[in-house]
């Protein structure tokens, strides 16, 4: 097939493509040829042996198809207002920034991963030792460069935690998200999204202020509106939010899920 004229397959192949093929064949031959994954290909090799690919769609690739989506539902009423993004198995593209080491390790083959009860599908669990080597990989794969930086400590005055809890609330100064988040035992005022409760154990600190920075630009389609768009204090306010999270068994909850 690598001849220019040849006799039993033809693969319509350039000229060029022959002689790369030649010489990629000649180097192998001689022990030159070293052929060493990146950590995203190795991510993607994973997802295929395990067809993660058929349910979770991963920078373009696998997800469901129109037939097969139709039975991914969801228990509680309200959450239909949700449309795909509530039904359906989230994007992996960001997995190894978004998710804590600890959080993937209980998602995949531990307990209390999940944070989507009102859907009906289940992630199966892969075990650890299928899983574990994959981890740090996803990790490196997902790295950005430059990181975001983000002061989690708390320990300056403007990242108290009384200024996050009225930031997510309903009140004065409020951005009202839990009118889509509930907290603890409380339901969302609104539609049942993801609850905040396990934030800082499940999310990273970067992805989390990334997120809320610019909610469609790290999760396309999300329902997430631009709450910090245009605020001057964003990224203080934004680490004053982790911190209450953080803290939020040491104080009230936000205004609008406190009962009367």
């Not at 070293?34 to 991510?43: G, L």
């Not at 207002?81 to 959080?103: A, Q």
């Amino acid at each position: 097939c690598l001849s220019a004229n040849p006799t039993s397959v033809d693969f319509a192949l350039s000229e060029e493509q022959r002689l790369v093929l030649q010489q990629t064949i000649k180097a192998v031959k001689a022990g030159e040829f070293k052929s060493e994954w990146t950590p995203e290909q190795k991510v993607d090799a994973y997802l295929t042996a395990m067809n993660c690919y058929a349910c979770h769609q991963q920078r373009g690739k696998g997800g469901l198809d129109d037939a097969r989506s139709v039975y991914f539902t969801v228990h509680q009423p309200a959450a239909h207002s949700l449309g795909e993004i509530g039904m359906l198995p989230p994007k992996l593209d960001d997995t190894g920034r978004k998710l804590t080491v600890k959080w993937m390790e209980k998602l995949l083959w531990g307990e209390g991963g999940g944070v989507r009860p009102y859907m009906t599908a289940r992630m199966p669990k892969f075990g650890e030792a299928n899983v574990k080597e994959l981890i740090p990989t996803w990790v490196e794969a997902c790295k950005k460069h430059p990181e975001t930086q983000i002061d989690t400590t708390g320990l300056l005055k403007h990242h108290r935690s009384e200024y996050g809890r009225q930031l997510l609330g309903i009140g004065e100064g409020g951005l009202g998200c839990v009118s889509c988040h509930g907290l603890k035992d409380r339901e969302s005022l609104g539609v049942p999204v993801i609850k905040l409760t396990q934030t800082v154990d499940r999310l990273t600190p970067e992805y989390f202020k990334d997120l809320l920075l610019n909610p469609q630009a790290i999760q396309s389609g999300t329902l997430m509106p631009p709450l910090f768009a245009g605020r001057k204090k964003a990224e203080q306010e934004i680490e004053q939010i982790w911190t209450y999270l953080k803290e939020v068994d040491q104080f009230r909850l936000p205004e609008g899920l406190v009962q009367m």
